[in-house]
């Protein structure tokens, strides 16, 4: 199966989005390497603004360019979108219900051996406590575009979360993308494997062996759509009685508290397991390694589906 890096996916179609809209922007804070944003800045230099290692500076920037009309795309690592520039994207982005597209890389410990100092395991509670803002995650370079592509029309904020290492190739081109909406990305019905990112290559692989081993047919529901969530695939997927989220993110804050409260908030008895980086802080180590050490991988979530079986 092939292979694609999503930073490189997004960073690339940047510029095919502002081929489609005039009103597009790029606002870097001095990673457009890192972000792979030199295509856009190369065709459109006098709509990229480079504002230096200041993310707060690049949020309030943008929050103003967003105030003029334009829809201004910032990009930075996870945790410096999430923590550093929190006030300015709380209170100038969201707070003004502002056209800013925030596009984090380096989510979860896909940043491996560059430490907690770049890990973006805290992002997602961040983002979803805060109103207005739209919160996605990637898992494979279609659905990247096609988000990309949404993003063109979506009215307020949105953060778009997206891992760095390697994808699967998952998706055709039919996919559709909404706020609370999902994708099957395989049917079944003995029970449910709901996740985001780079952790739905691995639930693929993982309830294909399950197939093999146990004869069981296990759905993975690639919950996209973090918030807002969508409440009738976790609903329908509780349904089967045995529940495993996974989340490249800490297990305090992430995809499975948002699908434990609507479990809880529907009244549905199922069995319950969420998956993610323990919450402490982790040495660091190459992410593969990582993913493995909190099951987050093909064998980690193998095993947990089948103890439930």
Not at 88 to 117: C, E, K, P
Not at 229 to 249: F, L, M, P, Y
Request: proline residues 3%; negative net charge; contains cysteine.
């Amino acid at each position: 199966m092939s292979k694609s890096f999503l930073r490189n996916v997004i960073g690339e179609y940047m510029t095919t989005l502002g081929d489609k809209e005039a009103k597009v922007l790029l606002v870097n804070a001095d990673l457009a390497g890192t972000c792979r944003n030199k295509s856009f800045i190369e065709k459109y230099p006098n709509r990229s603004f480079n504002v230096g290692i200041a993310e707060q500076n690049m949020v309030s920037f943008a929050a103003g360019m967003a105030t003029e009309g334009f829809i201004p795309y910032t990009f930075s690592m996870a945790p410096f979108l999430s923590m550093r520039a929190l006030e300015q994207v709380r209170t100038d982005v969201a707070y003004g219900n502002r056209n800013v597209r925030l596009i984090s890389v380096y989510a979860g410990v896909s940043g491996g051996i560059s430490g907690a100092t770049h890990w973006g395991i805290e992002d997602v509670g961040i983002m979803t406590s805060i109103p207005n803002i739209a919160v996605f995650e990637v898992s494979d370079a279609v659905l990247a575009r096609k988000v990309m592509d949404y993003s063109l029309i979506h009215e307020g904020p949105m953060y778009v979360r997206c891992t760095v290492e390697p994808v699967d190739d998952i998706y055709d081109e039919n996919i559709d993308v909404r706020p609370g909406g999902s994708i099957e990305a395989v049917k079944g019905d003995d029970g449910a494997i709901l996740c985001t990112g780079v952790t739905v290559q691995y639930a693929i692989e993982a309830v294909h062996k399950i197939k093999e081993d146990c004869g069981k047919d296990i759905r993975v529901i690639d919950l996209y759509s973090v918030k807002p969530i969508d409440r009738e695939a976790v609903i329908s997927a509780s349904k089967t009685g045995k529940v495993v989220v996974v989340q490249d993110h800490n297990v305090s804050g992430g995809l499975g508290s948002i699908v434990g409260t609507v479990i809880a908030e529907e009244g549905i008895s199922t069995k319950l397991k969420i998956l993610g980086v323990k919450d402490e802080f982790v040495p660091m180590a190459h992410a593969p390694y990582l993913y493995h050490e909190f099951k987050m991988d093909a064998d980690g979530i193998y095993e947990t589906m089948k103890s439930m079986l």
